[in-house]
């Protein structure tokens, strides 16, 4: 082999190597984006959500004003342990919504780990949905009334509650002070899906 060949074979190698690394790079940056690893949050966890609306109407089994005292909207949680007005976000099938525990719930279905009672318009988006605003209830997702969703809390609540993983409302947890919360954690990164990296890709072709 020629001196040439080599030094060609070296450069282009190497040029293999830097472009494989800016594709996952990219790749990486746009998960980053959409998830938030990276970031040192309070705590990471995993539940099915469930979606309720109370607006104080009696519709629905309505059961009055959020807990909170902060009027229903879209965003407001509820949640059977977490401190009030606890702050974080949900993830579902490359969906992130933001939410704050404005109420307190599900009551008996805490039970079967249903841990989070999402409000209707936010449950709506991540579905598929729609809000009717005459039921109180979400249309046109397929009948989904429950979803396995990922929680991040960026922010607890300074009131009683507990400051970790939730439990059921049965426990009262909700209305005892945490002294022992959990230590923050980094949401860690995740290795690039192959449709990411095809995407970066022909970011990186188009250039």
């Keep these: 082999m020629t001196a ?7 450069l282009t190698a190497a040029a293999t190597v830097t472009l494989t ?16 690893e990276g ?8 539940t099915t959500a469930s979606y309720y609306w109370d607006d104080a109407s009696g ?16 965003g407001l949680a509820a949640s059977p342990s977490w401190p009030l007005l606890t702050e974080g976000y949900v993830l579902y099938k490359g969906k992130k919504a933001p939410f704050f525990v404005g109420d307190r719930g599900p009551g008996i279905p805490s039970n079967r780990g249903v841990m989070l009672d999402l409000d209707a318009k936010t449950f ?3 579905t598929g949905g729609t809000f009717n605003a005459d039921t109180l209830g979400v249309d046109g997702n397929g009948g989904k009334g429950h ?10 609540g300074k009131g009683v509650g ?3 993983h939730p439990k059921p409302f049965a426990t009262g947890a909700w209305a005892k002070k945490d ?7 980094t949401v860690a990164p995740a290795a690039p899906s192959a449709t990411e990296i095809l995407a970066a890709v022909l970011r990186t072709a188009a250039l």
């Design 162 to 164: 507990t400051k970790n």
């Design 59 to 74: 519709r629905a089994g309505d059961t009055g004003l959020p807990a909170s005292g902060k009027p229903m909207q879209k």
């Design 147 to 156: 979803i396995k969703v990922t929680y991040v809390i960026t922010k607890w």
């Design 39 to 46: 970031e040192q949050v309070m705590l990471k966890g995993s």
């Design 124 to 126: 709506a988006q991540l």
């Design 21 to 36: 690394g800016a594709i996952v790079a990219g790749a990486a940056g746009t998960a980053s984006a959409q998830t938030g």
């Design 4 to 10: 040439t060949r080599f030094a060609a074979r070296v």
């Design 179 to 185: 002294r022992d919360p959990a230590e923050p954690v």
